[in-house]
């Protein structure tokens, strides 16, 4: 299996150079316009950071038909060195690395090997800290109690007009050492046991905001293709950071819609009391819960009290229509330019004419036997035909 994976990989490099192309000019673009254009508009950045993602955790499936319709502006051939051994057969026992060590560019294609071995490492890793993660999650809304105050009923009504939906739920926990917003499909609010008496009536209210404003917003099915994006590209800088900016504007939007009532001073007191007495870096609850903040708390309240700074909570439809056809316009030009491991002397109208029998050498070995061609793909198995000893003694391949 080692030996299909690693004689067919050409075409696999050509596709992951694709999906890092496109990947990377989502990026730099969907980065430059958060923090050059619209640093001090949230609302903006959110909607444009979340397109990018979205572009980017698509980008497979558009390298796929991308490579089946064969359109592009530009093409750039990997060398077919790559795997430039002579054609060879190699035998069930025989090391898959052994058959391309002749090859000027056989070093890409260990290295690829070791990377693609790195990289679903990488994944199962992230993939356990999330289940994890759900793991906590789970423990913590099972140690929960209702949070009923007197008079909740007409604070939760007064809120959900605020939202301008139904609050959710609100549970406290001794588990939690802030306010946090768990699960997805069903989310409610955790507030901790700890925290809730030494804040004043004002500051609760605050605090619900913000947290209501994670679930009114629908800022978790955003949330949620963060993960998905950070599972499949963890090594990918660029899509690191447009994740840290995703959550830095998330943030920000929900403490806008929070300061909505009594200004944005009077929301920084609360986030510095809420502070006091508690871990300021994200928690491991809050992070699993896929509301993990991205920003310190110095940041959030100069950005609060930052007078350029944009209060929009929601953008109008046509501007959000405007972004999304922005970056769709960025991410088609980015699918124009292409990698392919196509040899020069293909057509790719007419298809790869078929090899001569003389083009293809062969090798007695004991065992399973698989023909390997000249830029090495696999073309056997064949049987063989053996003459008497007066007789041509040379192996030909029938079909």
Not at 260 to 283: K, M
């Amino acid at each position: 299996m080692s030996l299909l994976i690693f004689q067919n990989a050409l075409p696999t490099i050509a596709f992951v150079l694709n999906v890092l192309l496109q990947s990377t000019a989502v990026c730099a673009v969907a980065l430059f316009a958060a923090r050059c254009l619209f640093r001090h508009a949230p609302t903006l950045r959110y909607s444009i950071c979340l397109t990018g993602l979205i572009c980017i955790l698509f980008s497979p499936l558009v390298v796929i038909l991308q490579a089946k319709c064969g359109c592009s502006l530009l093409t750039f051939r990997i060398p077919q060195g790559v795997y430039g051994a002579p054609p060879v057969v190699v035998g069930s026992g025989s090391s898959p690395f052994g058959a391309t060590a002749n090859g000027p560019y056989a070093w890409i294609g260990r290295c690829f090997i070791m990377g693609l071995f790195a990289w679903a490492g990488g994944v199962v890793w992230q993939a356990g800290r999330l289940a994890s993660g759900y793991r906590t999650v789970r423990r913590l809304t099972r140690n929960r109690r209702s949070y009923s105050p007197p008079g909740w009923e007409e604070s939760r009504e007064s809120l959900g007009q605020i939202l301008g939906s139904t609050f959710p739920p609100v549970f406290t926990s001794p588990l939690v050492t802030s306010p946090v917003v768990a699960g997805l499909f069903r989310p409610m609010v955790l507030l901790p046991e700890t925290r809730i008496a030494s804040l004043s009536s004002l500051q609760i209210r605050q605090v619900l905001l913000h947290e209501g404003a994670h679930i009114a917003l629908r800022p978790p099915l955003g949330a949620a293709v963060e993960r998905a994006v950070r599972l499949l590209f963890w090594p990918h800088p660029l899509v690191t950071l447009l994740c840290r900016e995703l959550g830095r504007a998330r943030e920000e939007v929900c403490d806008n819609l929070a300061s909505q009532e009594y200004g944005a001073t009077c929301y920084a007191r609360t986030l510095l009391a809420l502070a006091q007495g508690s871990d300021i870096a994200p928690q491991p609850s809050s992070v699993l819960a896929l509301q993990g903040p991205e920003s310190s708390l110095e940041k959030r309240i100069v950005g609060l009290l930052n007078p350029r700074r944009n209060r929009m909570v929601r953008i109008h439809r046509l501007t959000q229509l405007a972004v999304a056809g922005t970056m769709a316009v960025v991410f088609a030009f980015a699918s124009m330019v292409q990698v392919t491991a196509q040899r020069k002397s293909e057509d790719p109208k007419k298809g790869t004419p078929p090899r001569a029998i003389q083009s293809i050498q062969i090798v007695k070995v004991s065992g399973d036997q698989i023909i390997l061609s000249v830029d090495g793909q696999i073309i056997g198995p064949v049987h063989f035909v053996y003459r008497n000893a007066g007789e041509n003694t040379d192996k030909q391949p029938k079909k």
